[in-house]
T-cell receptor, first 111, second 112 residues
Framework: NAGVTQTPKFRILKIGQSMTLQCTQDMNHNYMYWYRQDPGMGLKLIYYSVGAGITDKGEVPNGYNVSRSTTEDFPLRLELAAPSQTSVYFC??????????FGSGTRLTVV | GENVEQHPSTLSVQEGDSAVIKCTYS??????FPWYKQELGKRPQLIID?????GEKKDQRIAVTLNKTAKHFSLHITETQPEDSAVYFCAANANTGNQFYFGTGTSLTVIP
């Protein structure tokens, strides 16, 4: 099992550009999450999903969108990138509540 | 929403000593409290968790205690080793069950 796979690992965006961060898990987990981690800070939940076709906002959803068309995939879309979105983004999944498995992260810089 | 506070932000201990990290939470409906270890440049990894129906849980050198009345929980690491050096995060779920709120992290340094 690959676990949770995130792509790309690094990306530099210009202000106003858009991009999609990919997240795929092969563990048949129902729950999937997107977090951002700013330097020296904890993780903040952006969006989460409890199953295919269901998504909900987390603590910091503004400027982002998600979709969950399959159990395996949970892409995060950034529209009109801003410098405030410079961060490390982690995707995670879990079978039920708890024991989240994290991907290796995407380091995004908006200039 | 939930508010999770974590202390201290940095902690240095001698190898072999114990380390204690404390977190408080605000939502009395929270019922799941995980702890994560994150090494520099790596992903967070779950090291131990506790649910609200349990007061204490141990796994070898690591233990977590929960005081629901006071709304705080703590991570205890005994016989610390240099490889325990990392940033540790506590978290709590919100009353909806599926949203997680993280503390700001504790950077633990174990001095050989």
């Amino acid at each position: 099992n690959a676990g949770v796979t995130q792509t790309p690992k690094f990306r530099i965006l210009k202000i106003g550009q858009s991009m999609t961060l990919q997240c795929t898990q092969d563990m048949n987990h129902n729950y999937m999450y997107w977090y951002r981690q700013d330097p020296g800070m904890g993780l903040k939940l952006i969006y989460y999903s409890v199953g295919a076709g269901i998504t909900d906002k987390g603590e910091v959803p503004n400027g982002y969108n998600v979709s969950r068309s399959t159990t395996e995939d949970f892409p995060l879309r950034l529209e009109l990138a801003a410098p405030s979105q410079t961060s490390v983004y982690f995707c995670a999944s879990s079978r039920t509540l708890g024991d989240q498995t994290f991907g290796s992260g995407t380091r995004l810089t908006v200039v | 929403g939930e508010n999770v506070e974590q202390h201290p932000s940095t902690l240095s201990v001698q190898e072999g000593d114990s380390a204690v990290i404390k977190c408080t939470y605000s939502d009395s409906a929270s019922n799941y409290f995980p702890w994560y270890k994150q090494e520099l440049g790596k992903r967070p990894q779950l090291i131990i968790d506790i649910r609200s129906n349990v007061g204490e849980k141990k796994d070898q050198r690591i233990a977590v205690t929960l005081n629901k009345t006071a709304k705080h929980f703590s991570l205890h690491i005994t016989e610390t080793q240099p490889e325990d050096s990392a940033v540790y995060f506590c978290a709590a779920n919100a009353n909806t069950g599926n949203q997680f709120y993280f503390g700001t992290g504790t950077s633990l340094t174990v001095i050989p």
